[in-house]
């Protein structure tokens, strides 16, 4: 399965496939992660390539997290699982040259 590249100030970046596997509401595991934003028991989210991912429920910990692969895995009882939109990029000198 091919990876998406992206352009980011000269860098290139790679759009990881993302992936929920969904265990008997206590375990979840999440692949193409690309950063864990915060996390406590009742609530962890994580911005991925889809979008920012809120994960809730309750008693919830992180048990892996490769920062490498980008998979996180999370233990506990998880209620909701809610992708947010990725907010557009903000390019302020795009209106000043129009």
Do not use: C
Request: proline fraction near 5%; hydrophobic fraction near 30%; aromatic fraction near 6%.
């Amino acid at each position: 399965m091919p990876y998406e590249q992206r352009e980011h100030a000269g860098e290139r970046a790679v759009k990881r496939p993302n992936d929920l596997t969904l265990e008997g509401r206590k375990h979840l595991t999440v692949s193409g992660v690309e950063e864990v934003m915060g996390f406590d028991e009742r609530e962890i989210t994580m911005r991925t390539g889809e979008g920012d991912l809120i994960v809730r429920g309750e008693d919830m910990r992180i048990s892996k997290l490769s920062v490498e692969g980008g998979d996180v895995h999370v233990h506990g009882l998880i209620s909701e699982l809610i992708y947010e939109e990725p907010a557009p990029e903000r390019r302020p000198w795009k209106r000043l040259f129009r």
